[in-house]
């Protein structure tokens, strides 16, 4: 997950730099004259509280007397490269934090430690389900999920009330919201959608009971072309049809929180809790003020909430480590339901802990809240090391939306989309 997600979302009361952390360039561990070991710990910027941090280190230090643990802060940009050679030398750092869609590759290459062995002790048991997914390859494990986030639906009350629509719990209950506030105002699009948001297309591909891609002996294929998918990009292209959004572009392009939101004239969009943040702060030196309230995207039926992408970070043990052992023990201790449940705290409930049962009960009617209402149904990408080459771009995926929003048939469009994802996902 490439994103500085506790600073963005803005957490209260949260420091994002952590102290009696080292510089970003030390090595693993090592051992000084006097037999003291020094374990060292790579944590992005922006995940780890300081307070949580902290108390987990001096737990594990007094469980193990002459180990000192050494925490660096490493920054998303160059942190792949900067990964891959780390994990190739001999002293590599012990344990280190991945973004969820790039552990496989990780993996692949043996730089990982295989903790299959190890799930009693880490509490495999209790992690969720969606969130475990990354962290698994070729039936071994690899490393522990950490924390994710995923997406809901934000929307104005103000317009909300004045078109008498209500937060909906289906897909059907959704769009007859979207035709209310069209009809009840012209001015305002009833919701901000861009053609090329993949992930919420993915989520609909999986409420279909599809995937973007799928195994096929040793092989992957793109899978666009399938039933499900159509089905979802033709009820993508119902949701877009309330949208004045390019389809062109992603919601990035512009950046929908800040460039389209506090501008006005939008009833809804779909974003993390990064873009929520910020579309509030936006509109705060604009001399607004934004009176947001936030539901779960909408299932096909009002038994569960609609399918989501997690977006997050695993922690790991390079396979070269000196203190494997050791490193193994601090990685149990920090992804454990009882630190995962304090994590969750000290984060106030802007991130989704590894375990179900230490979500922080946030506040009612937040983010967070709608947040955690659909993380049982969270998902990722296909896990295999050439998912990372479909996401390049131009991202085929992306490009199949645009056409099919267009006009294109969405079977032929798929077709044509799933030739180059089976050509892409299968290059190591």
């Not at 053609?195 to 992957?220: I, M, R, T």
């Not at 949701?239 to 919601?251: C, F, G, I, R, V």
């Amino acid at each position: 997950m490439k994103r500085k997600l506790i600073a963005a979302i803005g957490v209260a009361g949260m420091m994002v730099g952590l102290a009696a952390c080292g510089s970003d360039s030390g090595k693993g561990g090592s051992t000084d004259a006097d037999g003291n070991k020094t374990l060292t710990v790579w944590v992005m910027d922006g995940s780890a509280p300081d307070a949580w941090i902290k108390e987990v280190n001096k737990e594990f230090e007094a469980q193990h007397k002459g180990v000192k643990v050494k925490v660096e802060v490493q920054q998303w940009n160059g942190i792949q490269e900067k990964v891959t050679t780390a994990l190739s030398e001999d002293t590599p750092p012990d344990v280190l934090e991945l973004g969820n869609t790039q552990t496989a590759g990780y993996a692949a290459t043996g730089g990982l430690a295989d903790l299959t062995g190890d799930k009693a002790k880490l509490g495999a048991d209790g992690w969720n389900k969606g969130m475990l997914a990354s962290n698994e390859l070729d039936g071994k494990l690899y490393s522990a999920p950490w924390y994710a986030a995923n997406r809901v639906v934000v929307y104005d009350k103000a317009v909300f009330k004045k078109a008498g629509v209500t937060p909906p719990k289906t897909r059907a209950e959704w769009i007859a919201g979207l035709k209310k506030i069209k009809a009840s105002d012209s001015k305002v699009q009833p919701i901000y959608l861009p053609g090329q948001s993949w992930y919420v297309y993915a989520g609909f591909v999986w409420d279909e009971g599809g995937d973007l891609a799928v195994k096929d002996g040793d092989k992957w294929k793109g899978n666009l072309a399938s039933p499900q998918a159509v089905a979802a990009m033709n009820f993508y292209k119902e949701l877009q049809s309330y949208s004045t959004a390019p389809k062109d572009k992603d919601e990035a392009t512009p950046q929908q929180s800040t460039d389209i939101v506090p501008k006005g004239g939008v009833a809804s969009w779909i974003g993390l809790g990064w873009e929520a943040g910020g579309a509030i702060d936006a509109m705060k030196k604009a001399g607004k003020t934004a009176d947001f309230g936030y539901f779960p995207i909408p299932g096909k039926t009002a038994d569960k909430p609609g399918s989501v992408f997690f977006g997050g970070s695993n922690l790991a043990v390079a396979e070269r480590s000196p203190n494997k052992e050791l490193a193994k023990e601090w990685l149990a201790l920090a992804a454990g339901k009882a630190q995962m449940a304090k994590y969750a705290q000290a984060t106030g409930g802007a991130l989704l802990p590894n375990n179900d049962a230490a979500q922080f009960k946030p506040e009612a009617g937040s983010f967070a809240e709608a947040m955690a209402q659909a993380a049982p149904v969270g998902r990722i990408t296909p896990v295999t090391p050439g998912w990372a080459n479909v996401e390049t771009a131009p991202n085929p995926i992306k490009d199949y939306m645009t056409k099919v929003l267009k006009g294109e048939d969405p079977k032929a469009a798929g077709e044509a989309a799933d030739k180059v994802i089976t050509e892409r996902v299968n290059q190591q």
